[in-house]
């Protein structure tokens, strides 16, 4: 394919990306309310939150967490004699935004190997 007719196809969707992008900026989209309210820059938890209540602001609710000594989310600290590490890593998914801490996927995750036996 010549480059000179792939450049005049890509330069519609460039101009429409574009103006897109420039509508959506001038009209403010989309709307911050509040600003991310945490002691650390970037996704961290701060360590030791003891059934400290979280605001759910999208369900208008609160949820408790609890972190250990390493800001990672557990009611306890990790069981240093134990076989097993398994520590997973990722998003508000992982932390488990708005639910209790039993609720969170690590902490089932903990369960279902418990209860399998490992």
Known sequence: MNFRKLAYAL?????????????LRALD???????????????????NHKKES???????????????EDGLRTAHSADLDSDWKIMTMGCST?????????EAYPSRLEYYIKTQGY
């Open 11 to 23: 330069i519609p969707l460039i101009v429409i990306f574009v103006v897109t992008e420039i509508s």
């Open 29 to 47: 989209w989309p709307k911050i309310t509040a600003a991310f309210e945490h002691k650390e820059p970037f996704w961290a938890v701060d360590p």
């Open 54 to 68: 979280f605001p759910h602001k999208e369900e208008g609710r609160s949820f408790l967490v609890n972190t250990n």
């Open 94 to 102: 992982t932390f488990g935004w708005g639910v209790g801490n039993a």
